[in-house]
């Protein structure tokens, strides 16, 4: 690989590689030598940009929600802001769901990372640090739409909490599914619908 990158594509390339190392070898089977013979780039070059494995995961995971947030952000990007803001408001909480299901969310390397992220936070401070940031983010980006259409505060914040509940669980079903393109099709149609009958549930009619 040519010196001559600048250093935030170098970076990235180190970020992808770790993913892809994490998807054919598991986080343990992880190291700086696998990613270094994925990514064509010296172990010395990898220790100067990140100097540690363990700072290599944390930058992969990081890459994995910043992908969430920027797609969020633009997915609702594409709504009318004229719309009515009850419809907008479940507009917003189906892209909510769209982005968890997205195609590079499914991808094998991310599917890979995003598991042994979850297994490896409860050991980690800094992993687990960055799944309470993910779990509030997706908790308060569905409360906001939620409390738009559900009058109750605490009733608004419960359909938040049961629903961010049930993508994660969805998305960890089909993944570890043997036929997860199938399952992540329905498993966001179930959420979809989940959101829907919480809508109509607390007095808000069903969108014709």
């Known amino acids: 690989m040519s010196r001559t990158k600048p250093q935030s594509e170098r970076r990235e390339e180190l970020i992808g590689a770790t993913l892809k190392s994490i998807e054919l070898y598991g986080l343990s089977g992880t190291t700086i030598k696998t990613i270094s013979a994925i990514a064509d780039i010296s172990v010395g070059l990898i220790n100067h940009h990140f100097g540690t494995k363990q700072a290599l995961i944390e930058s992969a995971v990081r890459y994995l929600l910043e992908q969430l947030k920027q797609g969020l952000l633009s997915s609702i990007d594409s709504l009318d802001p004229d719309q009515d803001p009850k419809r907008q408001a479940r507009?917003?909480?189906?892209?909510?769901?769209?982005t968890n299901f997205t195609a590079f969310q499914q991808s094998s390397s991310a599917a890979s990372t995003w598991l042994c992220f979850w297994a490896e936070a409860a050991h980690s401070p800094e992993l687990s640090r960055l799944q309470q940031v993910n779990c509030r983010r997706l908790r308060s980006n569905l409360a906001f739409?939620?409390?738009?259409?559900?009058?109750?505060?605490?009733?608004?914040?419960?359909?938040?909490?049961?629903?961010?509940?049930?993508?994660?669980?969805?998305?960890?079903?089909?993944?570890?599914?043997?036929?997860?393109?199938?399952?992540?099709?329905?498993?966001?149609?179930?959420?979809?619908?989940?959101?829907e009958q919480l809508i109509v549930l607390h007095g808000v009619e069903q969108e014709k």
């Open 91 to 98: 507009k917003r909480l189906d892209k909510i769901v769209e």
């Open 145 to 195: 739409s939620f409390a738009q259409l559900i009058d109750d505060r605490a009733k608004a914040l419960d359909a938040a909490e049961t629903t961010a509940a049930m993508i994660d669980g969805f998305w960890l079903r089909s993944t570890l599914s043997p036929e997860p393109e199938q399952c992540f099709v329905a498993a966001e149609q179930y959420c979809k619908s989940y959101i």
